[in-house]
């Protein structure tokens, strides 16, 4: 049992260079997010997807889309990378359909940096 | 105002001694409350979950919840130095219709030998 996991660990983008950054968990969770954290910043939730089929913006969405492939995967794409978004990023899931109030289990983080 | 605050610290305790760590939320209809610790450069773990008024103990860890005040805290008994890492408390707010997630910016602590 992985539970959440990401890939790539690691990436090194340039200025206006695109990417997809996946995440998969293995615990039949409803609920999956991408977080991303910058120093003194905590977690600032990006996107988040209720349950398979919908997803919604949070706190940080622009920049970035977000696609739910099935109930496993959710996936985030830098379209044309910013340094801005030089940062580590985590996906996360939860049981709970509704998101926000259950346990999240997260994913061991890709760190991205953009020259 | 914030919606979920925390001192950013450093927090440093003497080994053997009680860590005492502190969050304030803004929302009054918050019902649950999550301390995440997190180790440099690994992701966050739940270290324990709150939901009622009062204390719960788990361990060297008891997390006190006073929705009155709306604070939420973790003390840590008998500290370890492998205690030492950032701590990140999690509340649920209620934002644009729904429930979300929000993270307080962590305190670090270090516990010295």
């Known amino acids: 049992n992985a539970g959440v996991t990401q890939t790539p660990k690691f990436q090194v983008l340039k200025t206006g260079q695109s990417m997809t950054l996946q995440c998969a968990q293995d615990m039949n969770h409803n609920s999956m997010y991408w977080y991303r954290q910058d120093p003194g910043m905590g977690l600032r939730l990006i996107y988040y997807?209720?349950?398979?089929?919908?997803?919604d913006k949070g706190e940080v969405p622009n920049g970035y889309n977000v696609s739910r492939l099935n109930k496993r995967e959710f996936s985030l794409r830098l379209e044309s990378a910013a340094p801005s978004q030089t940062s580590v990023y985590f996906c996360?899931?939860?049981?709970?359909?509704?998101?926000?109030?259950?346990?999240?289990?997260f994913g061991p983080g890709t760190r991205l940096t953009v020259t | 105002q914030k919606e979920v605050e925390q001192n950013s610290g450093p927090l440093s305790v003497p080994e053997g001694a009680i860590a005492s760590l502190n969050c304030t939320y803004s929302d009054r209809g918050s019902q649950s409350f999550f301390w995440y610790r997190q180790y440099s450069g690994k992701s966050p773990e739940l270290i324990m979950s709150i939901y009622s008024n009062g204390d719960k103990e788990d361990g060297r860890f008891t997390a006190q919840l006073n929705k009155a005040s709306q604070y939420v805290s973790l003390l840590i008994r008998d500290s370890q130095p492998s205690d030492s890492a950032t701590y990140l408390c999690?509340?649920?707010?209620?934002?644009?219709?729904?429930?979300?997630?929000?993270f307080g910016q962590g305190t670090r602590l270090t516990i010295n030998p």
């Open positions: 999690a509340v649920n707010i209620l934002i644009q219709g729904a429930q979300k997630l929000v």
């Open positions: 997807s209720a349950s398979e089929g919908t997803t």
């Open positions: 996360a899931s939860s049981e709970a359909v509704g998101g926000g109030i259950e346990t999240q289990y």
